[in-house]
């Protein structure tokens, strides 16, 4: 009888890091987007999202390596930086493969499917 060994490989082809989709609902342009980890390894940056557009990013992470969150800071037409934590991500990995971020006048949400 003959032994059969068989070997399995898993490689992952694709970058450690998240897509982000930024949605700006409120009533005014937004602007000086960023978009980063808590260990600020590296960043998204838009310069603006006009009224009721989005704009789409890939955060790389490939550095990060412990427990941390996302952050998100942008200023709104009167000059007001507003910041917010926005999900979490364990030992530097993603626990989602997006994260969709809704800015209202008032709030800043993210997207749960």
């Known amino acids: 009888m003959g032994l059969i ?27 000086d987007i960023v978009f980063t980890t808590s260990e600020n390894l590296e960043t998204i940056e838009f310069e603006s999202i006009d009224t009721n557009k989005s704009v789409k990013g890939f955060l790389s992470m490939k550095e990060n390596k412990v427990d941390g969150t996302y952050l998100i800071k942008f200023t709104r037409k009167n000059g007001k930086i507003e910041s917010k ?29």
């Open 5 to 31: 060994v068989l070997t399995l490989f898993s490689c992952n082809s694709f970058e450690n890091g998240v897509e982000v989709k930024i949605d700006n609902n409120s009533n005014e342009t937004i602007t």
């Open 85 to 113: 934590e926005i999900s979490y991500f364990s030992n530097g990995i993603p626990l989602e493969e997006i994260i969709e971020i809704k800015i209202t006048n008032d709030s800043i949400n993210k997207i749960i499917d």
